[in-house]
């Protein structure tokens, strides 16, 4: 018996079923419950919610998410292997997690709010971690269909998200994020809580979406983006070269032509975009 219910412990429960992580599925399972509780309490009040999980293998954070009261949880997972540990869960908690067999960067998942929004909180697989995150904040329908995101990534990853203008990790991750979140990384996991353990520390990471974020198109966002950071040590003067006349884009943005774009915050960026698109 576990520390916050009554089924079995999760070494218990990988040994029977045979679920040895998988490293092309991005897998590292977390086995300390009261670790995978500390996730859920981190996204807020769980009581009453409803909750998207990507990757739950073999159901550590399912589990942890049902105990603190969930109103439902509805698990994506690509993996077939772990859908009959699921079943155990959902035989536990009955009516309080659907199970979808699937590739989570293929799911419509705006239909599983309901009548949200919806949470999502994941120990997400790496490979597919940075692809989900743009996919939630740059949705077509804002405010989103979530209220909150609460995420388990590499620390370098976490960083990149909740980066500020002048630190070394700023870059397009983090102006696509802060434009329309507030992000703040709540805790690390140390290699060692993972089976197998990772070569890096990971970290949780809380994303709140703005509920009006600055007017701006994602594409052109995304475009004046990775045209300033993808040669980011030039000036911008250098950089945007590809998006038409700078100078009267950079002086309708109010940014300096000798600014690089490590320098550059968000609301800056947007108007940026903004000039562009106006074109």
Not at 124 to 141: E, H, K
Not at 189 to 201: D, H, I, L
Request: hydrophobic share 45%; with cysteine; glycine share 8%.
């Amino acid at each position: 018996m576990s520390a916050i219910d009554d089924l079995p412990p999760l070494r218990e429960v990988i040994k029977r079923h045979e679920l040895a992580a998988k490293k092309s599925l991005g897998q590292n399972f977390l086995l300390d419950l009261n670790l995978t509780s500390r996730i859920a309490r981190a996204s807020g009040r769980i009581k009453g919610a409803t909750v998207i999980e990507v990757g739950p293998g073999p159901g550590g954070l399912t589990r942890a998410l049902l105990a603190e009261g969930a109103a439902k949880v509805v698990a994506i997972e690509k993996d077939s292997r772990a859908l009959a540990a699921l079943a155990e869960i959902a035989a536990r908690y009955p009516g309080k997690l659907e199970i979808i067999e699937g590739d989570a960067l293929e799911v419509d998942m705006a239909p599983l709010a309901g009548e949200g929004p919806a949470r999502v909180v994941a120990n997400l697989p790496y490979n597919i971690a940075t692809p989900l995150l743009l996919g939630w904040v740059t949705s077509d329908r804002w405010p989103p269909w979530w209220d909150g995101l609460t995420l388990m990534f590499q620390r370098e990853v976490a960083e990149r998200i909740v980066a500020q203008p002048g630190d070394a990790s700023y870059g397009r991750l983090a102006v696509m994020c802060g434009w329309r979140c507030e992000g703040r990384i709540a805790f690390d996991v140390s290699p060692q809580a993972f089976v197998p353990p990772p070569k890096v520390t990971s970290s949780v990471v809380r994303l709140t979406p703005r509920a009006n974020p600055l007017a701006c198109s994602v594409k052109a966002l995304e475009t004046v983006t990775q045209a300033a950071f993808g040669q980011r040590r030039k000036m911008l003067r250098q950089s945007l070269k590809t998006l038409g006349d700078v100078a009267a884009l950079l002086e309708q943005a109010g940014i300096e032509p000798t600014r690089r774009a490590e320098e550059i915050p968000v609301d800056r960026f947007v108007a940026l975009a903004n000039a562009w698109a106006s074109r």
